[in-house]
């Protein structure tokens, strides 16, 4: 069968677009829309304007009613948003039934095309994420930080003291690629440039590919979507890499099971630790690898770019964490736990997450039971709808954060400090909705890095809360512990923070910021 043109392409989307829009403009609903719902046209203004707009549009709804639920035009149907606790608690809490995350992410990323229905029904390397790898994050941080420290004399390549001009996220992807599959496959394979590059570039395509197969009408997917689809072909280029290694497992596993003593403590073995029947098969777990890449690498690298211009652009923050870190890696070493005393780097991260990690809108699901989806105040969400939290005016709240607009590092371990010390006056049930325990101690839980909360959504919040965050935690303190001691750095321009790049819902750092690295003197 032949590829169908871009011509044959486009007047399919067009067809579909139009069609649905054309059923859009007509869809009744109670529940107040942001926009114009009247017609065609005036409706698809206000999606472009959302498009253009997202955190201005988004955050003037929230402000409407902190409480309520409102609609948002996008290109092909109209999104719902619930807002405040109380409905960020039930969205978090509801079963995959009801509300299911995987059904959403299907219908965005076309996940039964680009990956795989299994990846979809079977999510079985959450759990593998979710518990084994989490488990063994202290005892595999020897080689963690084996990789980080390699990467960076790699990847920066600074020579003498003299200051060089980094371009940011490509070189925090590849830092973070490479440190991802230290853990999960080991070495050599974690270094080969090629294994690396193609993990970075599995994303990107698994989006572009997505969006396109996005356009197509139900009806014609069986046949185009695997053409469109770089399934086989990124899955063909991973076993270039990954085939010998698990023929071996797999050989290895048979034989011997998994009590053995020399039994490798990596991701592979984590993924057949839950994987039954045909997902026992080289090429099924490579595509769990190149999924769990997926989760791994632009979520971390982008959140240690973001990081790292707000360290140029705020430097005095630079000496207290450079202090902290010298401290406790002196008396401590570098260890996992060692982290856990690195409060000041935490919140850091915290901090710039809170400003630059999140999206518009957080939390997304597709409504699946069959008679839609109610709030406890009786407010539906329709069968087959989609229903997000707003994201970025949560964390611009005033009633969740004192002066949100100001980028405070130390935000979050000053309330860790006064509540430790006894001088921390605010309410023992601020945000009670993460972490164990009563009063104190639960407040100290809440503001970790990892903490997930209804006024702290970077990580999702709830049964979906992101799995690999004890990891990108523990990865993204020690990468910036690193740089801290063994680097200097400045903004390219003093005071200029790269602006963020906005796509439609979408935010992620400028990908083409740079700033200065020197190595410091005397390390
Ligand atoms: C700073 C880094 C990261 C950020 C900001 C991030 C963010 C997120 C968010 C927002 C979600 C969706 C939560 C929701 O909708 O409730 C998510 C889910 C997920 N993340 Fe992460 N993530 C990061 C790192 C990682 C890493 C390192 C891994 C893998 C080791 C990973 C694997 C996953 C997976 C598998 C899911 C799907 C969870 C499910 O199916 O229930 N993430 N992540």
Redesign the pocket.
Known sequence: METPDIKTLLLYGLTTALAISFFRSRQQSTIPALGETSGLISSYLSALRLFRHPDEMITSGYLKDRNGVFRIPMLFRWDYLANGPQRVREV?SVSEDILS??EG?DENLQTTWTMGPEIVHN?Y??LA??GS?TRNLSRCFPEVRDEIVNAFDDVLALEGEEWKLIKVLPATMQVVGRT?NRL?IGLPLCRDPEYVQLNIDYTVTIFARGQLIRLLPEFLKPVIAPILSSRKSSLRHALKFLKPILDERLEQENKFGRDRPDRPNDLISWLLDDAVDEERTTPALAMRVL???M???H??S??LTAALYDLAMYPAHIGPMREEAERVVAQEGWTKAALGSMHKIDSFLRES?RLR?AAAV????KVVAKDGFEFADGTTIPYGAFVSVPGTPVHLDTLNYDQPEVFDGFRFSRIREAVRTGHDHTDDDAGADSGEGNGKERKMFNLHMIATGTEH?????????????F???T??KAMLAHILINYDIKAEEEGVRPPDMVFGLFRMPNANGKIWMRKREGV
């Open positions: 978090a995350f995987h992410v999510p390397h959450v994420i979710r790898l991802s999960f999924v769990t890449n989760g791994a690498i979520t971390s982008t959140t997450q990690g957080a939390m997304t699901r959504l970077v990580f999702g919040h709830g049964r979906h809360a992101c799995p690999g965050r990891f990108a935690a990865e993204l």
